[in-house]
């Protein structure tokens, strides 16, 4: 397990896979996904069990302690994961929409860039954002990503084009605000 102060990220379990099928089948879910159509029980079960063999791709449960429960609301990854360069890709997915938009998403992220730095050694981390989606970005601003690009009219979603905003993050950018008064975690 790898602690945050209010959540807990752990290993994906074959147990999950009915909650994600729920999760990626929701329409308003998937909207701010890169994924674009259903996934199928079939496609999840092998996607699942591929997990421990990845090297190049870290994917975890978001938990969060509801009394004496643990509650799974979302999972975070590190993907293409390019151990030369220390570089990987940030995904992170609240599937749980009760929880939308009550700062899970920030600590499961700044959670994730401390395993990322100052565990597995990574100098920076990137991510994709959509432009619609004010709440992602907020969120990642708050975990101290910033905007270096981007991707003009690159994402065609609810009959229109999109920009795609990419952003970033460095491990030099994350000590500091680790280290300042009321830093990340």
Not at 51 to 72: K, T, Y
Not at 108 to 119: I, P, Q, V
Not at 145 to 153: D, I, K, N, S
Not at 155 to 168: E, N, P, Q, S, T
């Given at each position: 397990?790898?602690?945050?102060k209010a959540l807990r990220l752990r290993a994906i379990e074959r147990e999950d896979v009915p909650r994600f099928?729920?999760?990626?089948?929701?329409?308003?879910?998937?909207?701010?996904?890169?994924?674009?159509?259903?996934?199928?029980?079939?496609?999840?079960?092998?996607?699942?069990?591929?997990?421990?063999?990845?090297?190049?791709?870290?994917?975890?449960?978001?938990?969060?302690?509801?009394?004496?429960?643990?509650?799974?609301?979302?999972?975070?990854?590190?993907?293409r994961i390019d151990w030369v360069n220390r570089v990987a890709k940030l995904g992170i997915v609240i599937g749980?929409?009760?929880?939308?938009?009550?700062?899970?998403?920030?600590?499961?992220?700044?959670?994730?860039?401390?395993?990322?730095?100052?565990?597995?050694?990574l100098n920076r981390v990137e991510l994709e954002v959509f432009d619609f989606n004010d709440r992602a970005i907020?969120?990642?601003?708050?975990?101290?990503?910033?905007?270096?690009?981007?991707?003009?009219?690159?994402?065609?979603?609810?009959?229109?084009?999109?920009?795609?905003?990419?952003?970033?993050?460095?491990?030099?950018?994350?000590?500091?605000?680790?280290?300042?008064?009321?830093?990340?975690?």
């Amino acid at each position: 397990m790898i602690y945050g102060k209010a959540l807990r990220l752990r290993a994906i379990e074959r147990e999950d896979v009915p909650r994600f099928l729920r999760w990626f089948n929701d329409p308003e879910v998937r909207r701010y996904l890169t994924m674009y159509r259903p996934l199928s029980r079939a496609e999840e079960e092998r996607w699942v069990e591929s997990l421990p063999s990845r090297r190049d791709d870290i994917v975890l449960a978001i938990e969060i302690r509801e009394g004496e429960e643990w509650v799974h609301i979302g999972n975070i990854g590190l993907h293409r994961i390019d151990w030369v360069n220390r570089v990987a890709k940030l995904g992170i997915v609240i599937g749980e929409r009760d929880y939308w938009g009550k700062g899970y998403g920030t600590e499961a992220t700044r959670t994730m860039l401390r395993y990322a730095f100052l565990e597995l050694g990574l100098n920076r981390v990137e991510l994709e954002v959509f432009d619609f989606n004010d709440r992602a970005i907020r969120c990642y601003e708050k975990a101290g990503f910033v905007r270096e690009g981007v991707r003009r009219r690159a994402l065609y979603r609810d009959g229109r084009f999109h920009d795609v905003i990419l952003m970033g993050i460095l491990r030099s950018e994350f000590l500091r605000d680790l280290n300042a008064p009321g830093g990340p975690l």
